[in-house]
């Protein structure tokens, strides 16, 4: 099945800055709608439930305000010693978060979820990718925190800006840390009968 020939609108159902980014990085410029979802309200304790619920929720948040519309919504954790981490929630958190991770093994989880309202169907994928930490000292720490950065990324760090010089390698989807699987948004419109080459602009 194959519905190229009318590739209805994108929308990124995010606010996040980094998603957009790596979507106009590919070619797609989507329209930007902030899903305002209460993520506090879902507790769950499987991490790979937790992000793709997350993410079905915020794209489900958005699509009734569009027609014949492709929804994507994403939700990113990071698990260090089987704990799950979303944003900082205040300079101190970042900081004591940064000494239990540095010198340490995460995991960065992002779930996906794609509504294509043309068709009225839906795909929800989660990527993983393990991230190993560099060790480092205190004061890097808290220059770090000092910055501000680690306060709008899920997991405390921004792999695409300052955070990245503190990773010391990746196991799988890269774009995935920062956000938004490139690999993955492909294999799920796919799924959907969607050609990618249709949405660059």
Same mark, same amino acid.
């Given at each position: ?17 980094? =998603?957009?980014?790596?979507? %106009? ?7 930007? @709608? $902030? ?5 506090? $309200?879902?507790q769950i304790e499987e991490v790979e439930k937790l992000v793709t619920t997350l993410a079905k929720y915020k794209a489900e948040a ?11 919504? @994403? ?7 089987? =704990? ?12 004591? =978060?940064?000494?239990?991770? %540095? ?15 043309? $068709?009225? =169907? &839906?795909?929800? %994928? ?8 560099a060790e480092i000292s205190d004061r890097t720490i808290e220059a770090y925190i000092a910055t501000g950065e680690p306060l709008k ?33 492909? &294999? ?12 660059? &602009?």
């Amino acid at each position: 099945m194959s519905v190229n020939n009318a590739s209805p609108r994108f929308v990124l159902a995010s606010a996040s800055p980094a =998603r957009l980014k790596l979507l %106009r990085m590919v070619g797609i410029e989507p329209i930007v @709608c $902030q899903s305002n979802f209460d993520e506090d $309200q879902i507790q769950i304790e499987e991490v790979e439930k937790l992000v793709t619920t997350l993410a079905k929720y915020k794209a489900e948040a958005v699509a009734p305000q569009f027609e014949n519309a492709l929804v994507l919504g @994403c939700d990113s954790v990071l698990t260090v010693n089987d =704990r799950i981490y979303g944003k900082p929630e205040s300079p101190q958190m970042a900081i004591a =978060r940064w000494r239990v991770m %540095r010198g340490k093994t995460g995991t960065i989880y992002t779930g996906h979820a794609l509504i294509d309202l043309k $068709q009225q =169907r &839906q795909i929800i %994928r989660c990527g993983v990718t393990k991230v190993y930490f560099a060790e480092i000292s205190d004061r890097t720490i808290e220059a770090y925190i000092a910055t501000g950065e680690p306060l709008k990324c899920a997991g405390g760090f921004a792999l695409e800006g300052k955070g990245g010089m503190f990773v010391e390698k990746i196991e799988g989807c890269h774009s995935n840390v920062i956000g938004l699987s490139l690999p993955l948004l492909y &294999q799920m419109l796919e799924n959907l009968g969607y050609n990618v080459t249709n949405f660059w &602009q």
